[in-house]
């Protein structure tokens, strides 16, 4: 590996652990949402700085082209962020479900409330409606 290419992987993987890091400081990335973000970062920060180990582990699970690991853990790592996006959608789905119901329900009431609230007025004005409309006759 050139100097050049060692250098460049290892300003990337920095680049990017900065990135994860500036994203969960501001508010923009939660935490449970960044481990998987923070834990590929982490690895390609060490298989920069170490990138003898990249030989090491494809030998130790028996991948031939060492290359072939880092795409399937890159694979891997997407799949688990995308399974434990799905999982949060589906989570904020029911809580979006649950909170629309209850709207509806305290619309309702309110309305019913309000409709109770002109009726009394409605009947004393139509009480006192009939009361004017017979002494003029």
Partial sequence: M???TYVF???AAVLALIAIIELMRRGTLRERHAVWWFVGGV???VIAVFPQTLGWAARAVGVVVPVNLVFFVAIALLF???LQYGAELTR???KLRVLAEESAFHERRIQRLEERGR???ATDEGAQ???TEGTDS
């Fill in 119 to 121: 009726r009394p007025e």
């Fill in 129 to 131: 409606g009939s009361a």
């Fill in 9 to 11: 992987g290892i300003i």
């Fill in 92 to 94: 904020m789905e029911e």
């Fill in 80 to 82: 688990l962020v995308s």
């Fill in 2 to 4: 050139s100097a050049i």
């Fill in 43 to 45: 690895l390609a920060l």
